[in-house]
């Protein structure tokens, strides 16, 4: 049977994304495909599940709606994790999402310490995604819990500017850590 397309009443509506919405699909499809096969320790989840949350956070959590940010979101973990490097993914995302990526990735950044002191240095987008990404970790496995804890308090450092969606995020971070470890609040 083929369907009238002159008639406003069997006619299917197209669906358009908006440049913003195919920004942070695009990015949440180059995670799904680069995290392929991966697992988040400690569990059986497919890796891509947790930069999925973490955007999910930064949205629905944080308050932050902007698509370049729910995109470095997604894509947070791929210079690190996977084969993507910066250039190709400069090529897929733009240099702006890219920069973000990359401050979030430990590669090339020496100590653990140095990482930290360089990500306080990084714009606001960078440091929400990091909470975020804390935030989501402290709900992993329990043997990983008070590792967990010590870098979610790290994070939490990094709200140092006046962003709306930085506040928001610290005052979610903080009471997360304080609700696992009640004797440190």
């Known amino acids: 049977m083929k369907a009238n397309i002159d008639s406003d009443e069997s006619a299917t509506p197209l669906l358009v994304l908006s440049p913003a919405a195919y920004l942070w699909q695009h990015a949440a499809a180059i995670a799904a495909s680069a995290h392929q096969g991966q697992k988040s320790p400690g569990t059986k989840m497919p890796y891509f599940a947790h930069p999925a949350r973490v955007a999910m956070l930064i949205s629905s959590v944080f308050g932050c709606h902007e698509p370049e940010v729910l995109a470095a979101a997604y894509l947070h973990d791929v210079l690190e994790k996977t084969s993507i490097d910066r250039a190709g993914l400069a ?50 496995p329990p043997q990983y819990q008070a590792d967990r804890i010590k870098t979610a308090r790290k994070a939490l ?7 709306p969606a930085l506040q928001a995020a610290a005052e979610i971070l903080r009471a997360a850590i304080d609700n696992l470890d009640p004797a440190a609040a």
């Open 91 to 140: 090529l897929l995302m733009g240099e702006e999402v890219t920069g973000w990526v990359e401050w979030l990735s430990k590669n090339g950044k020496g100590e653990k310490s140095k990482y930290w002191e360089l990500l306080a240095e990084s714009p606001w987008q960078a440091r929400l995604i990091k909470m975020a990404d804390a935030l989501d970790h402290l709900n992993g």
């Open 157 to 163: 450092a990094l709200a140092s500017s006046p962003e």
